[in-house]
């Protein structure tokens, strides 16, 4: 039997640690990474990592970032991580979809599709418009698109499902890599990973609707 973890984070005070009791499958072994954060009780059914004295050196962002991007680090004996945005709070059946995916469509690395940004020109103007990223920083990584031969495609990370392999881990530090190097503090991390992987190689079979009509509470 695979040895799944399904995993999130939040460091520094945003977010919320939702209670997963009532939710929670015994084929996952659920870990919440944190640094200190006031709402990481005992009795919400998490086991918790606290990483208050490590990654100090990046903001509360990218050290989030990292810890989402790299997960063979924390967990290196797992066959496959799961990784969910805490801004949802995820009711059984999400658990038994992503464990279905993992049972029948053995994907190497699963992401989906945007529902609404298409473009990296749609991609950039709502970092701009809306998430107020410094236009410097996007201007870098606009430069990255038009000085090489790889084509941006778009992705929702906010739903990840990847096999604990070394090419996956590969990935990951390289997606870190170009956010910490191109980001001062807020992170696009859907700008950056076409940088990483090819599109072929991803699994895009699934809707962030999927997740969404699954969850209690959206985007906190």
């Known amino acids: 039997m695979a040895k799944i973890v399904f995993y999130s984070a939040q460091t520094g005070n945003r977010g919320f640690i939702p209670c997963i009791k009532d939710q929670m499958i015994n084929d996952f072994d659920y870990y919440f990474i944190h640094d200190s954060h006031p709402e990481a009780e005992d009795n919400k059914g998490w086991n918790y990592i606290?990483?208050?004295?490590?990654?100090?050196?990046?903001?509360?962002?990218?050290?989030?970032?990292?810890?989402?991007?790299?997960?063979?680090?924390?967990?290196?004996?797992?066959?496959?991580?799961?990784?969910?945005?805490?801004?949802?709070?995820?009711?059984?059946?999400?658990?038994?979809?992503?464990?279905?995916?993992?049972?029948?469509?053995?994907?190497?690395?699963?992401?989906?599709?945007?529902?609404?940004r298409f473009s990296l020109e749609q991609e950039l103007q709502y970092a701009q418009d809306i998430k107020q990223v410094p236009i410097d920083n996007?201007?870098?990584?606009?430069?990255?698109?038009?000085?090489?031969?790889v084509s941006f495609f778009s992705t929702d990370t906010c739903w990840l499902i990847r096999k604990n392999t070394e090419k996956n881990d590969a990935i990951g530090k390289a997606w870190f890599v170009h956010c910490y190097?191109?980001?001062?503090?807020?992170?696009?991390?859907?700008?950056?990973?076409?940088?990483?992987?090819?599109?072929?190689y991803l699994n895009l079979n699934h809707s962030i609707k999927e997740l969404e009509n699954m969850s209690f509470t959206l985007h906190i």
């Open 138 to 149: 996007l201007n870098k990584v606009e430069n990255i698109y038009s000085s090489s031969d």
């Open 181 to 200: 190097e191109n980001f001062t503090d807020q992170v696009r991390d859907q700008l950056t990973l076409p940088l990483c992987v090819d599109e072929s």
């Open 50 to 116: 606290n990483v208050k004295n490590k990654f100090t050196n990046f903001t509360d962002c990218k050290r989030q970032r990292l810890i989402k991007m790299t997960p063979k680090q924390f967990f290196p004996d797992a066959d496959y991580f799961i990784w969910v945005d805490c801004k949802f709070y995820l009711s059984k059946d999400f658990y038994n979809l992503c464990l279905n995916i993992v049972n029948e469509e053995k994907p190497d690395f699963m992401v989906c599709r945007h529902q609404n």
